[in-house]
């Protein structure tokens, strides 16, 4: 069973700069494709970015594209969201996904989830 646990989260102004960490563990965990989402109040959860099992290819949103950036350390059992230029819109709970698939050109969001972590951006 793959357990996941987010941090990294908070308020900052619009302009700045946040790091999230996902921390996994489980088997099969440096082996599955990971990625992140958000979910603003109101809205649906949306997919962020994608990041393969060891780091080749990475997928972006065409709304955070150019400002945020997936990577991961497998040593680290850990995943990382760099959000920088941050914008008011980008409010949102974001939480870190294990397992995602591929149907044709669609992600699906795999089974293991963690708790979410909240960040807030200030005009």
């Known amino acids: 069973q793959v357990q996941l646990v987010e941090s990294g989260g908070g308020l900052v102004q619009a302009g700045g700069s946040l790091r999230l960490s996902c921390v996994g563990s489980g088997r099969g965990i440096n082996f599955a494709q990971m990625g992140w989402y958000r979910q603003a109040p109101g809205k649906q959860r949306e997919l962020v970015a994608i990041i393969s099992s060891f780091g080749g290819t990475t997928n972006y949103a065409d709304s955070v594209r150019g400002r945020f950036t997936i990577s991961r350390d497998n040593a680290k059992n850990t995943v990382y969201l760099q959000m920088n230029s941050l914008k008011v819109e980008d409010t949102a709970v974001y939480y870190c996904?294990?397992?995602?698939?591929?149907?044709?050109?669609?992600?699906?969001?795999?089974?293991?989830w963690g708790q979410g972590t909240q960040v807030t951006v200030s005009s």
């Open positions: 996904n294990a397992g995602i698939s591929w149907a044709g050109d669609l992600p699906r969001g795999g089974n293991s």
